[in-house]
């Protein structure tokens, strides 16, 4: 039943209570290039802000479906952002990640003026949206490109994230990232010093995106002196670890709870 859930199911189940939702902010010239922002009810001082970019193998995905993330975590007091951005084949390898950067420098500034502090900006990602995440604070030359800086990120999250997934074999993404193994689209390629703090986690159950992806990224972040998390979750799939933050299915797994105690500690 986890596997045959969609968001958009999903998004009947979700409290339309406690928390606001500012939709299709601008970030950039493109139709795909909006975004959402979930602000919590009753914000008595500047929030924690979460930017998610979601999955969908690069070529599909709307951050409408998304509805269960939001309020997974403005209910926790978070301030949510949920960009959409554009999609192979109007674009390839790297200009969704551009368009990553460019949602994170909007975010950024404006912050405040959704309740959020901008100084406690945290990237994150499931599937796809995690090598995006992941990719912007291990080659810092897109928010540096964007008018952003790395240091300006507080910390990244991936959720069963591809980081380290060459040669590619399907001929979609050989088409996306221009070849079979171009080391320079891998984000774990780019660790060579210090990242901002990161939480890498993975179901074992993962047949779409081999656990090891995190694992392998986590002793490369380790080896340079970043502070990093892996977090391995027993038997869950690709698609279960995203639906157990939504509210139907958050006791199959301690992940919102994970994510929110990363969050909070740093």
Same mark, same amino acid.
């Given at each position: 039943?986890?596997?045959?859930?969609?968001?958009?199911?999903?998004?009947?189940?979700?409290?339309?209570? /406690?928390?606001?939702?500012?939709?299709?902010?601008?970030?950039?010239?493109?139709?795909?290039?909006?975004?959402?922002?979930?602000?919590?009810?009753?914000?008595?001082?500047?929030?924690?802000?979460?930017?998610?970019?979601?999955? =969908?193998?690069?070529?599909?995905?709307?951050?409408?479906?998304?509805?269960?993330?939001?309020?997974?975590?403005?209910?926790? =007091?978070?301030?949510?952002?949920?960009?959409?951005?554009?999609?192979?084949?109007?674009?390839?390898?790297?200009?969704?990640?551009?368009?990553?950067?460019?949602?994170?420098?909007?975010?950024?500034?404006?912050?405040?003026?959704?309740?959020?502090?901008?100084?406690?900006?945290?990237?994150?990602?499931?599937?796809?949206?995690?090598?995006?995440?992941?990719?912007?604070?291990?080659?810092?030359?897109?928010?540096?490109?964007?008018?952003?800086?790395?240091?300006?990120?507080? /910390?990244?999250?991936?959720?069963?994230?591809?980081?380290?997934?060459?040669?590619?074999?399907?001929? /979609?993404?050989?088409?996306?990232?221009? =070849?079979?193994?171009?080391?320079?689209?891998?984000?774990?390629?780019?660790?060579?010093?210090?990242?901002?703090?990161?939480?890498?986690?993975?179901?074992? =159950?993962?047949?779409?995106?081999?656990?090891?992806?995190?694992?392998?990224?986590?002793?490369?972040?380790?080896?340079?002196?970043?502070?990093?998390?892996?977090?391995?979750?027993?038997?869950?799939?690709?698609?279960?670890?995203?639906?157990?933050?939504?509210?139907?299915?958050?006791?199959?797994?301690?992940?919102?709870?994970?994510?929110?105690?990363?969050?909070?500690?740093?």
């Amino acid at each position: 039943m986890v596997s045959a859930c969609s968001p958009a199911l999903l998004n009947i189940t979700v409290p339309r209570g /406690g928390y606001s939702v500012h939709r299709d902010l601008v970030y950039g010239p493109a139709p795909r290039e909006k975004l959402d922002i979930y602000v919590p009810d009753g914000l008595t001082a500047p929030a924690p802000v979460i930017l998610f970019f979601y999955g =969908g193998n690069w070529d599909s995905g709307s951050k409408e479906l998304y509805l269960a993330f939001g309020e997974s975590f403005a209910s926790r =007091g978070f301030v949510v952002a949920i960009a959409d951005y554009r999609l192979y084949p109007q674009v390839k390898y790297p200009t969704f990640l551009q368009d990553n950067a460019a949602a994170f420098r909007f975010v950024h500034d404006s912050a405040a003026q959704y309740g959020g502090d901008p100084g406690r900006v945290f990237l994150a990602g499931h599937s796809a949206g995690a090598y995006n995440a992941i990719m912007l604070v291990s080659d810092p030359h897109y928010l540096r490109d964007a008018g952003a800086d790395i240091s300006q990120v507080r /910390g990244a999250i991936g959720l069963a994230g591809p980081y380290d997934f060459l040669p590619l074999q399907d001929p /979609g993404l050989i088409a996306m990232f221009g =070849g079979r193994a171009r080391k320079e689209t891998q984000p774990i390629s780019y660790i060579d010093g210090k990242r901002p703090p990161m939480l890498l986690a993975a179901g074992t =159950g993962d047949e779409t995106v081999d656990p090891g992806n995190s694992t392998r990224m986590a002793e490369k972040l380790k080896s340079f002196g970043s502070p990093v998390e892996v977090k391995l979750y027993p038997g869950v799939g690709h698609i279960g670890l995203i639906l157990s933050l939504a509210r139907p299915f958050r006791g199959r797994t301690s992940l919102r709870d994970d994510m929110t105690d990363f969050i909070r500690a740093h």
